[in-house]
């Protein structure tokens, strides 16, 4: 064993007496020591019940004879870090997490791994963690929130935080009254969970389970079901299975298990920031996964879900109508059913024991909202290396577009045009210098597109960014642009005035300039200077590579 390092032989002796400080018994010494590696947080709504979590994983663990060790990690919440400088910290952080759990690993020896995740980049840095570490893993995240429920005499509404962020924008448009905003935000998130739509918390939750690293229902029950308490006591039991059986991360997150993950993403609609994401769990896994590969998934794999902000429905409706795995089930033609599980299982075992039972929610084939997948990847002239849109989340007229580009140099620009009134139906908003390196951090630019959103505008005007969009983003908002304007991509050319064309059926970003403008505009740019010249985010700065490649540090 592994952790044989820490407590065999004379010389550890030291060793052996600190592990007793810790109230390891003689007879414990001869079991395997597995890390429970938690990310509990008191700031964080999806997060603030993750003790409950481990100690049902530790009990697990215990029954199938081994020692759990419970460390920790950090978690952003990115709703409350949204739209301040906070969130330029929200996805670093992702580096962070993973380079966290692999020193806390690696310093204590540990034979197995239990990850124990819920929110946005959280979920994403543990699975990068993971398939570094390369020990027998399995992943428990503290599942979705329950929606709200708004009650008024036209009956009850499900609501959720991306209600909230909307009705800022029907308040600045003089829709709504500050009274009705503030029973909304008293109702709207009702309890511990990650915010219950399919925002970037649950897609990668239920991404998870598609890739293979979470037992069935990981990605959907509800956080405050009796189910998932046995789901983390499952997920400990089974870790010392995989354990016995050498069972590692890059014995199940493969090209095939990430093509399963992206094909599942596609029928669900996910947030844009899964490809951020798959991308850099795909480059720690050294597994080759080029962004066009992507649009070949999209363009085969229908959309059957239309979860929030795309549709009425929550992560709680999806559970009852049968999880991801009944998604993958009606999907099975298009998988790679032989991929392996944590369960031990193939996926073809795993989805044979599926309960289809919500045709609503999960549409089949037959029936989808769109023969082709929620998210695209387009490219043209305005994006050389891709950029990123929840085509499931776009109104039908705004696929295709063109129109003048306004052009601003940060979020707060814009969210200032917006609540003067001062952005025009039939626009393209550019948002520059908030890519990985310009922001630093990659803001989510969810404030300008809810606002935009509650007073109706979403189906008018389209928004272009170099940063991202959260999962909660509704409306023609195309994030990712790559390469990004601080490494002097097209993007940190444009103009107000220019025309800008967008085909999402074609895969097509486009700006009307000719490649001898456009050199001649970049020519004309001084050096990127850094925002921000301290501390952390001054590394990140000068580590960060492209959105395109997952916004991983550069070698």
């Known amino acids: 064993m592994k952790s044989d390092v820490v407590k065999k032989g004379i010389e550890r002796a030291p060793h052996r007496s600190l592990l007793y400080a810790l109230g390891v018994t003689p007879a414990e010494m ?40 419970e460390v920790n990690t950090i978690a952003v919440c990115d709703g409350i870090a949204m739209n301040h400088p906070g969130m330029k910290y929200s996805l670093p952080s992702r580096e962070l997490i993973a380079d966290s759990a692999e020193i806390m690993a690696e310093a204590h020896a540990f034979d197995a791994l239990v990850f124990i995740p819920n929110c946005d980049k959280i979920t994403p840095g ?62 709207a998130c009702p309890g511990c969970g990650s915010c219950a739509g399919m925002f970037t918390a649950n897609t990668m939750n239920c991404l998870t389970e598609a890739l293979g690293m979470g037992l069935a229902g990981n990605g959907t029950i509800p956080a405050v079901d009796a189910r998932r308490m046995q789901l983390a006591k499952d997920a400990g039991y089974q870790v010392m299975k995989l354990l016995a059986d050498d069972i590692r991360p890059r014995d199940i997150i493969t090209k095939d298990s990430i093509h399963n993950a992206f094909t599942v993403d596609m029928a669900l609609g996910g947030s844009t920031n899964s490809v951020l994401h798959l991308m850099a769990i795909a ?155 310009g922001g630093p951090g990659m803001r989510e630019m969810l404030t300008p597109t809810s606002l935009l959103s509650g007073m109706g505008m979403d189906k008018e005007v389209v928004l272009i960014t170099d940063g ?51 050199a001649e505009r970049l020519s004309q740019l001084g050096e990127f200077e850094p925002k921000v010249k301290t501390g952390y985010l001054r590394y990140y700065t000068e580590k960060v590579g492209s959105a395109s490649t997952g916004a991983v540090f550069s070698q």
């Open 30 to 69: 001869d079991k395997p020591f597995i890390g429970i590696i938690n990310s509990f947080s008191e700031i964080v709504p999806g997060h603030i019940y993750l003790r409950d979590i481990a100690e049902a994983v530790k009990a697990g663990v215990r029954s199938g004879g081994g020692v759990p060790f």
């Open 126 to 187: 543990m699975l990068m963690a993971a398939v570094r570490l390369n020990l027998p893993t399995i992943f428990i995240s503290g599942g979705p929130m329950l929606a709200g429920r708004l009650y008024s005499n036209n009956g009850v509404k499900q609501v959720d935080v991306s209600s909230v962020f909307e009705a800022v924008g029907r308040v600045a448009g003089g829709e709504m009254s500050n009274e009705d905003l503030e029973r909304l935000e008293r109702v």
């Open 283 to 437: 480059h720690e896994a050294e597994v080759g996964f080029p962004l066009p590969m992507v649009n070949e998934i999209s363009r085969r794999t229908p959309c059957l879900c239309k979860l929030s902000p795309a549709g009425e429905y929550h992560i709680e409706d999806l559970d009852k109508a049968g999880g991801i795995v009944a998604v993958m089930k009606e999907l099975q033609g298009l998988l790679n059913l032989e991929a392996r599980t944590v369960s031990g299982k193939s996926v073809a075992q795993v989805i044979a024991d599926s309960r289809f039972i919500g045709k609503k929610v999960i549409h089949s084939i037959a029936d989808a909202y769109s023969a082709t997948g929620g998210i695209a990847i387009l490219f043209g002239n305005l994006a050389p290396d891709g950029a990123v849109v929840k085509r499931s989340a776009v109104d039908p007229s705004m696929l295709v577009h063109q129109g003048p580009a306004r052009v601003f140099d940060s979020e707060e620009e814009v969210t200032t045009a917006i609540i003067n009134g001062s952005i025009k139906s039939g626009e393209v908003v550019v948002i520059r210098y908030e890519g990985p390196k």
């Open 468 to 518: 991202r969009f959260s999962g909660a983003t509704r409306g023609a908002a195309i994030g990712h642009v790559s390469p990004e304007a601080a490494s002097k991509g097209p993007i940190a050319a444009l103009r107000d005035g220019d025309i800008i064309k967008i085909d999402i059926p074609n895969y097509r970003l486009e700006v009307k300039l000719s490649d001898n403008e456009m």
